[in-house]
Structure formats: C-alpha cells, structure tokens
C-alpha cells in the first residue's frame, strides 16, 4: 500500500526556478527519505531525514519534516533542466520495537524543467 | 553508481516462462530487500532478508515468487509462470540498518508478453 501522498503530481517550471514538492504521510515515521528516479532508472538516494530532525540541506536540496502534520518538503533551488525526473518520498514506519527498515513509497512528483 | 548492481537490466519472457532476476548488495550491508514498481506508481515492498534469513513478506508476493539470499550475500528473486500482470519493474535495495540510507540498484524490467 502507499503510505505517502506527493503533491503535486507533476510540476512544470523553467531552468532558475525553484521547485517544491510536498509529501504527506499517514503513520508514526523513524525517518523518511527522499529519491529521484529518472525515466526507467533506478532511485538515487538524495537525502534522509530523522523524525527528531526539522531541517536538513545538501547542496541546491532542503527537505523539512513536521511530524505533528505528517509532511514534509523537499525544495529544489536553482533548478537546472538535468533536475527533470521523478521524485518519491519514502517513509520509515515506526513499528515499535522491530524495524525492519522496509519503505513505504508515495506516487511521487514529475518535475519538468524547461531549458 | 549506487554500489547495488541488478542483473539482467532488461528481460522479455514469453507467458508462463520462468525467470530469475539477481541483486547484488553493497558488501556491508546485511538487509536486502526487493521492491516492484508498475508505470505511475511508487515502489512496493515484497520481501525484506537481514543476512541469509528472509523476515517478511509482502501479500503481494504470491506463491509464484520465491527469494532467495544464500549465505546472505547476493539475492535472486524468481517468478515461475510469468503472467502479463507481473510486467513491471524489480528494484534490490540495501543498507546497513533502519537508520541509515537506502540504496537501490538500476532495477530489472520486465515484459511478459
């Protein structure tokens, strides 16, 4: 089942233009992690956020995470027309005392970025 | 390159063929798991292996698939009787534990025709 609701389903902008993608999700989370996929590839791993943390950056990426809403954020700055992919977040459910670190995907937000 | 190598990348199989997909971990890393991903959608969990041991299941797994990870390195994931329905993609992923990064490989896809 998919636990995560990305929003919005695609999003198209031109290259300089910062672009946001939201997730949302349903369960108590241990972290939540965020992937681009390009068409008919395998996931790239962008960044990982932990449920004590609020804020996290690397490089032209932020990615917030309000648990009390169940959401999070990724934001994209300075787009560039190779950012143009699929983008998933992927939770980290807390089942208490096991974790088996298994993920669950939202459908995930088709960014377009036009040269 | 994510240090998660998938092979084959690419497998057309005729229906109610047989086929065996194989992942490769990051050395390391002692919890493998599979996931299935159709146009559109996010990946779905089917199976999850700490070591050789495999501890859970998706019921999306029917009794047509089987997983494997002898000796807890390499994994195989097999599909006896192909059915159109299993057309999709097969991603592995790895990582060391439940709080560290998850790292896929490029996947398989698979036609069944």
């Known amino acids: 089942s998919q636990q995560g609701e990305e929003d919005p389903q695609a999003l198209s902008i031109q290259e300089g233009e910062n672009a946001t993608m939201n997730c949302s999700y349903k369960?108590?989370?241990?972290?939540l992690q965020w992937y681009r996929q390009n068409s008919g590839r395998g996931l790239v791993h962008l960044i990982l956020?932990?449920?004590?943390?609020r804020e996290k950056h690397s490089g032209r990426l932020r990615v917030t995470l309000d648990t009390s809403k169940k959401s999070s954020s990724l934001l994209i700055t300075a787009s560039r027309a190779a950012d143009t992919a699929s983008y998933f977040c992927?939770?980290?459910?807390?089942?208490?005392?096991?974790?088996?670190?298994?993920?669950?995907f939202g459908q995930g937000t088709i960014l377009t970025v036009h040269p | 390159d994510t240090g998660v190598s998938q092979n084959p990348r690419h497998k057309i199989t005729k229906r109610g063929q047989n086929v065996t997909f194989r992942c490769d971990p990051i050395?390391?890393?002692?919890?493998l798991y599979w996931y299935r991903q159709t146009l559109g959608q996010g990946p779905e969990f089917l199976t999850y292996?700490?070591?050789?041991?495999?501890?859970?299941k998706s019921r999306l797994l029917s009794d047509r698939f089987s997983a494997e990870r002898p000796k807890g390195s390499f994994s195989t994931l097999e599909i006896q009787r192909t059915e159109q329905g299993d057309s999709a993609m097969y991603l592995c992923?790895?990582?060391?534990?439940?709080?560290?990064?998850?790292?896929f490989g490029q996947g398989t896809r698979l036609t069944v025709v």
């Open positions: 992923a790895s990582r060391l534990d439940s709080w560290t990064e998850a790292f």
């Open positions: 369960t108590s989370i241990n972290n």
């Open positions: 956020i932990r449920s004590n943390e």
């Open positions: 992927a939770t980290d459910e807390n089942a208490g005392g096991t974790s088996y670190g298994k993920l669950t």
């Open positions: 050395s390391e890393h002692n919890r």
């Open positions: 292996f700490q070591n050789e041991a495999q501890l859970e």
